[in-house]
Nanobody, 123 residues
Framework: QAQLVESGGGLVQPGGSLRLSCTAS????????IGWFRQRPGGEREGVAC????????HYIDSVKDRFTVSSDIAKNTVYLQMNSLEPEDTAVYYC????????????????WGQGTQVTVSS
């Protein structure tokens, strides 16, 4: 059974950094497109960074461009979300997901989900 497990969330001051990890079991992440999503308090789940179906490149939403970076370690079946220059507006539960490639970076394009990890940016 496929399972994604996130880790690395926590409390960080504005301007700080965190690296989230997403480790898969039951599936090989290299065969899927990866998406990172977040759900802010009172908000809907939104795509943060998704691997495009068209060319495999990573699409980042404007608010995280040049601050967040997706990477992967195939040998560890793990993907990462490096988050730098964090802002209070980045406070959310972050989820990794795997799908067959994202057109619009929408949650409904995902096949598998992790359980989420809380990121809180506050002084």
């Amino acid at each position: 059974q496929a399972q994604l497990v996130e880790s690395g969330g926590g409390l960080v001051q504005p301007g700080g950094s965190l690296r989230l990890s997403c480790t898969a079991s039951g599936i090989t992440l290299n065969y899927y497109a990866i998406g990172w999503f977040r759900q802010r308090p009172g908000g809907e789940r939104e795509g943060v960074a998704c691997e495009r179906r068209s060319d495999g490149s990573i699409h980042y939403i404007d608010s995280v461009k040049d601050r967040f970076t997706v990477s992967s370690d195939i040998a560890k079946n793990t993907v990462y979300l490096q988050m730098n220059s964090l802002e209070p507006e980045d406070t959310a539960v972050y989820y990794c997901a795997a799908g067959w490639g994202y057109y619009y970076c929408l949650p409904r394009e995902s096949e598998y989900w992790g359980q989420g990890t809380q990121v809180t940016v506050s002084s």
